[in-house]
């Protein structure tokens, strides 16, 4: 069966850090490229970060560039999101999504999601 | 960069039809061709409905259509049922990043 599922979210005072994984399976990780995107409470979606499918290359959004880190093992199956210095604003479920396209380059098409994970940032 | 426009809410009896709007810029629906639509029930995955503004995947009803106009972009709900009570994002494709709506809330009268 094609699946994502997060996992690692929690609370975390303001300033830490935390790191969220993305275990998937039913398909090869290794030809995919794979997102982060995280939905504050009662807000919309927000694109986060985007790794291609050999790792070597990563993108951010402006609002975690700096303080966010995605990685992944091809071998294990596993996508990963490193968050540091975390803030309040950083709250939220945060899901892991896969682009429809095969291979190099990414189109910011989602057509695979798991169903969050939940970290919440407060003191 | 600024999210997509969408209203906030739109609804409508069973049956009947309805269109969410996607309004964007130049620099992303105007520029690419990757966008897309996503349903969202709440504490489930998104579900991906339109890709590449008009696309259907493998499996999604052919009730939802999209289609592409310039720097906007919609998506068309047919024969409209309960179960379509659902959030709906537009996104796009923006250079790097992708950009999505702020969504619209569906309610089924």
């Known amino acids: 069966q094609v699946r994502l599922e997060e996992s690692g979210g929690g609370v975390v005072q303001p300033g830490r850090s935390l790191r969220v994984s993305c275990a998937t399976s039913g398909f090869v990780l290794s030809s995919f490229p794979m997102y982060w995107v995280r939905q504050a409470p009662g807000k919309g979606l927000e694109w986060v970060a985007v790794?291609?499918?050999?790792?070597?290359?990563?993108y951010y959004a402006d609002s975690v560039k700096g303080r966010f880190t995605i990685s992944r093992d091809n071998d294990k199956d596993t996508v990963e999101l490193r968050l540091n210095s975390l803030r309040a604003n950083d709250t939220g479920v945060y899901f892991c999504?896969?682009?429809?396209?095969?291979?190099?380059?990414?189109?910011?098409?989602?057509?695979?999601w798991g169903h969050g994970t939940v970290v919440t940032v407060s003191s | 960069q600024s999210a997509l426009t969408q209203p906030a809410s739109v609804s409508g009896s069973p049956g009947q039809s309805l269109t969410i709007s996607c309004a964007g810029t130049r620099s992303d629906i105007g520029e690419y061709p990757f966008v897309s639509w996503y349903q969202h029930h709440p504490g489930q995955a998104p579900k991906l409905l339109i890709f590449?503004?008009?696309k259907r995947p493998s499996g999604v009803s052919d009730r939802f259509s999209g289609s592409k106009s310039g720097n906007a972009a919609s998506l068309t709900i047919s024969g409209l049922q309960p179960e379509d009570e659902a959030v709906y994002y537009c996104?796009?494709?923006?250079?790097?990043?992708?950009?999505f709506g702020g969504g619209t809330k569906v309610t089924v009268l």
């Open positions: 999504a896969r682009d429809i396209r095969v291979g190099s380059g990414h189109t910011g098409t989602f057509d695979l």
């Open positions: 790794i291609s499918f050999d790792g070597r290359n990563q």
């Open positions: 590449e503004a008009f």
């Open positions: 996104c796009s494709y923006a250079g790097v990043g992708s950009l």
